[in-house]
Nanobody, 126 residues
């Protein structure tokens, strides 16, 4: 059974940092892009960051310079280091795996990811 399990969310103040983790099991994702999405209250789920199978990383503009995505193949874990957090970063954060192996370009559409975690809540107070 494939599982993606996020952890590391919490309640922090503006300017603080958090590191989210996504532990995978049930299969290997070394040939797949892994991504983080988030959904704020009343909004659609949106792309945050991705790390491709070749380790290239991509970020949505609003988090560039503040968030860093990485993956540890040995531990089968994906991380999202978040710094200088803002109240607008408040959301449920989800880890996801691309449904297409070795995709040549990053996918930012929710529909291109077929494995999802249950989400971890990040709340940033002002």
């Amino acid at each position: 059974q494939v599982q993606l399990v996020e952890s590391g969310g919490g309640l922090v103040q503006a300017g603080d940092s958090l590191r989210l983790s996504c532990a995978t099991s049930g299969r290997t994702f070394g040939s797949y892009t892994m991504a983080w999405f988030r959904r704020a209250p009343g909004k659609e789920r949106e792309f945050v960051a991705a790390v491709m199978w070749r380790l290239t990383t991509y970020y949505t503009d609003s988090v560039k310079g503040r968030f860093t995505i990485s993956r540890d193949s040995a531990e089968r874990t994906v991380y999202l280091q978040m710094s200088s957090l803002r109240p607008e970063d408040t959301a449920a954060y989800y880890c996801a795996a691309d449904k297409r192996a070795l995709r040549p370009i990053v996918a930012t559409d929710v529909a291109e990811y077929n494995y999802w975690g249950q989400g971890t809540q990040v709340t940033v107070s002002s």
